[in-house]
């Protein structure tokens, strides 16, 4: 997901959209995450100081930690795009979701590298 934060700060750093364009892009980072595991606190908090080292304000990104499942409908039926990035599943609910809901839907083979 580090890569998705970083390609959103080169959007706006490069300058790829305008400013008022780049006013309504808003990355929402949802999924489940057991407080419990220190491996998900870890990489909240890397998301987070991630996304206010590349100068990215809340107006921008918004991370849901353990979303319900109407929370997880409305934000697909208000969503332009789903980026999908599992680890290592080759199938699952995220797929199918994009496709019901979703017209832009995107699988990334995504790293956590932020060059």
Known sequence: MCVVVCLLAAVLRDKV???EQFA???LVVAGGYDELLPENREH???????ADQLVL???HVTFLCNITASEKQ??????TALLYTPD???FGIGRLNGN???YIYIYM????YCN
Not at 44 to 50: D, G, H, I, M, Q
Not at 74 to 79: A, E, F, Q
Not at 109 to 112: K, S, T
């Open 17 to 19: 959209l305008t400013a």
């Open 24 to 26: 309504g892009v808003h």
């Open 44 to 50: 909240l908090v890397e998301l987070r100081t991630l």
């Open 57 to 59: 304000s809340d107006s």
């Open 74 to 79: 409305h934000l697909l039926t208000k969503s």
């Open 88 to 90: 290592s599943e080759h």
């Open 100 to 102: 019901i809901y979703i």
């Open 109 to 112: 083979y995504a790293h956590n």
